[in-house]
């Protein structure tokens, strides 16, 4: 079993399931005691902004608020890099705990040995 694991959303309220999908997941690893690396890219990029995960609804799932703050206190959450600066998102603006980085930190965690990585 992996010991660590990378999960990369790209999906946000343009596709709920897959999104929900991705944060139910990193939730579960981490409650599991799973090194979970969280990766918002695309449209998931606004949930590193405060008060976005509440908008979020998807019946049948589990409050993305809650999923988030499960993940930002069991492992870490990244924002990407150009996601950011396509959506005029600075450090000053993202949750408590959210770290903004790029492709090169993706790949050199994605690689590391006993790292699972999953894409949604």
């Known amino acids: 079993m992996a010991k660590k694991l990378v999960i990369k959303v790209t999906a946000g309220t ?10 139910t997941v990193a939730a579960v690893a981490a409650a599991s005691g799973v090194e979970v690396s ?12 405060p008060d976005r995960a509440a908008e979020f609804e998807l019946p049948h799932s589990a409050p ?7 993940i930002l206190a069991g492992g870490r959450v990244t924002l990407c890099t150009q996601c950011a600066a396509r959506r005029d998102i600075t450090e000053k603006d993202v949750l408590e705990g959210v770290r903004i980085a790029g492709a090169q930190v993706f790949v050199q965690e994605a ?3 006993g790292t699972q990585a999953l894409v949604y």
């Open 111 to 113: 690689m590391t040995d």
């Open 38 to 49: 969280l990766w918002l890219t695309g449209e998931s990029a606004w949930f590193a902004l």
């Open 64 to 70: 993305l608020p809650d999923l988030l703050d499960s």
């Open 14 to 23: 343009d596709a709920p399931e897959r999104c929900s999908q991705a944060f």
